[in-house]
């Protein structure tokens, strides 16, 4: 699948919203209800919240489109990580640093198989190393087996484990890492 990556724009948070209603609960595992996963996307994934991630110089919104039509979206946080079990994993995996944070990273479900997820974390590895970071770092639910089978064909390696809420449920997510310039693929 042909795509255009680019950075999103504010003409681009209405769609952002849409598309994150629609891609986040897909990547939810069973026991998270439409309820949650909705309260979720409205308090991280609206209009609003792009708007700000848009506004803030440590956050890069990359958006693919293709025919003209948003089809998938990642953010990239460019600040240091404040939760400690992600800080241990990077420093025990020996994560160079500074590490980006690949925050969200999403396909609506018709670009699922395209290729377009490789063009897209590969966008994304060259805007962080362009933006200083020396390797890139996800958390990924531990039941998403298809993502992370994508993350280590992507050069992502398994370094710990983090706790992240949606609704009423925690989960421990596997934090991945891939190195950037030199020290990645």
């Not at 990239?76 to 241990?88: C, Y």
């Not at 009423?168 to 190195?179: A, N």
């Given at each position: 699948?042909?795509?255009?990556?680019?950075?999103?724009?504010?003409?681009?948070?209405?769609?952002?919203?849409?598309?994150?209603?629609?891609?986040?609960?897909?990547?939810?595992?069973?026991?998270?209800?439409?309820?949650?996963?909705?309260?979720?996307?409205?308090?991280?994934?609206?209009?609003?919240?792009?708007a700000?991630?848009?506004?803030?110089?440590?956050?890069?919104v990359l958006v693919a489109r293709t025919e003209g039509r948003l089809s998938g979206y990642c953010l990239?946080?460019?600040?240091?990580?404040?939760?400690?079990?992600?800080?241990?994993a990077l420093e025990s995996g020996r994560a160079m640093q500074p590490s980006g944070e690949l925050s969200k990273f999403y396909l609506h479900p018709t670009a699922h198989g395209s290729g377009l997820a490789g063009q897209l974390v590969e966008a994304a590895a060259?805007?962080?190393e362009s933006?200083?970071?020396?390797?890139?770092?996800?958390?990924?639910n531990n039941r998403n087996v298809r993502a992370q089978s994508f993350y280590r064909k992507s050069g992502f390696t398994t370094v710990g484990r983090r706790s992240f809420q949606v609704g009423?449920?925690?989960?421990?997510?596997?934090?991945?890492?891939?190195?950037l310039g030199a020290g990645g693929q």
């Open positions: 699948m042909q795509a255009s990556i680019s950075s999103a724009t504010l003409e681009d948070v209405p769609g952002l919203a849409d598309l994150a209603a629609v891609t986040f609960p897909l990547a939810c595992p069973p026991e998270v209800t439409p309820a949650d996963s909705a309260a979720f996307v409205a308090a991280n994934l609206s209009a609003e919240r792009f700000g991630y848009l506004g803030d110089e440590t956050c890069r990239l946080v460019l600040a240091p990580p404040s939760d400690p079990d992600v800080v241990e060259r805007v962080a933006a200083g970071a020396r390797s890139m770092w996800l958390g990924v009423v449920h925690t989960f421990r997510d596997l934090i991945m890492v891939r190195q």
